[in-house]
């Protein structure tokens, strides 16, 4: 279990990287905009060959999640339902949002 949002992208690109599989066929660019002490922004990029995870605003982001420290660690622990945080705006997505749908293959 993370206990920072740096270990969770940290953890992120260790897992894709070990079963890539998982998120071959979804071809995008994903923008994390996290906010909070502990914030930052991240991008995961699943166009390439292989994952890739980076600190930073990606260059064209395909889907964009906005979320603060405390509900994405919520949401990695399992004790905030994704789809509960979505409906009650905890998370805000902007972009493709068929994409948004297979965020549980990248944060899972």
Do not use: R
Not at 13 to 29: H, L
Not at 35 to 43: A, P, R, S, Y
Request: overall charge negative; some cysteine; hydrophobic content about 45%.
């Amino acid at each position: 279990m993370a206990s920072s949002v740096n270990e969770v992208f940290e953890n992120m690109a260790t897992k894709m990287a070990a079963d890539p599989s998982k998120v071959e066929n979804i071809n995008a660019v994903y923008q994390f905009n996290v906010t909070g002490d502990d914030g930052g922004e991240w991008h995961v990029d699943l166009t390439g060959d292989a994952p890739a995870v980076a600190s930073g605003p990606a260059e064209s982001a395909n889907c964009t999640v906005t979320v603060t420290d405390e509900d994405l660690l919520a949401i990695i622990d399992g004790s905030l339902n994704p789809q509960m945080a979505f409906m009650t705006g905890k998370v805000k997505i902007s972009g493709d949002m068929s994409l948004a749908m297979k965020l549980g293959k990248i944060l899972g």
